[in-house]
């Protein structure tokens, strides 16, 4: 497989992690808005319409994060990330989507979940080299997940997928 392609499969796996998290937490902090407060819910804002719209922001955000990450950081090993440049580079990355359409107001709440997000990918990833990533519980497949989408975005030849 060329560089390319490997570093896009990489940015991909980011991206969709990202969504797909995003999607969950927001269905769910809809779900507990509703049963506490069911009239600051407006029609058509139910968790599945809520998630929908924040897992492609998530989804959008992780892409921006894992390009910024892939050519910042081209050509170094998941140990020899920082977390404090990777939880930048997610802020950065989930800063786009508000600044490019126009919703400045959330900026801060996209950069905050970027930083956050960012560090728990670097992070996950970084305990998966540690232990060896042979574990096969669920956490260690999701940190195997992790560990080769960033392999691949970071350029890593010769790394097998796990």
Do not use: C
Request: charged share 15%; no cysteine.
């Amino acid at each position: 497989m060329t560089s390319l392609l490997r570093s896009l499969r990489g940015i991909l796996g980011i991206a969709l992690a990202w969504g797909a998290m995003w999607a969950i937490i927001f269905a769910g902090l809809t779900l507990v808005v509703m049963a506490a407060r069911p009239q600051n819910v407006d029609p058509g804002e139910g968790p599945i319409e809520v998630g929908a719209i924040m897992g492609l922001v998530g989804f959008l955000s992780g892409l921006a994060f894992g390009v910024l990450l892939s050519v910042a950081e081209r050509g170094k090993t998941v140990l020899e990330l920082t977390l404090t440049r990777a939880t930048v580079w997610g802020a950065l990355g989930s800063a786009i989507y508000p600044l490019v359409t126009g919703r400045v107001d959330q900026v801060v709440l996209t950069s905050a979940l970027g930083a956050i997000f960012a560090t728990w990918v670097v992070g996950a990833a970084r305990k998966g080299v540690r232990s060896g990533s042979a574990r096969q519980s669920t956490i260690g497949k999701v940190r195997s997940w992790l560990l080769a989408f960033l392999r691949d975005a970071l350029g890593q030849p010769g790394h097998a997928r796990v």
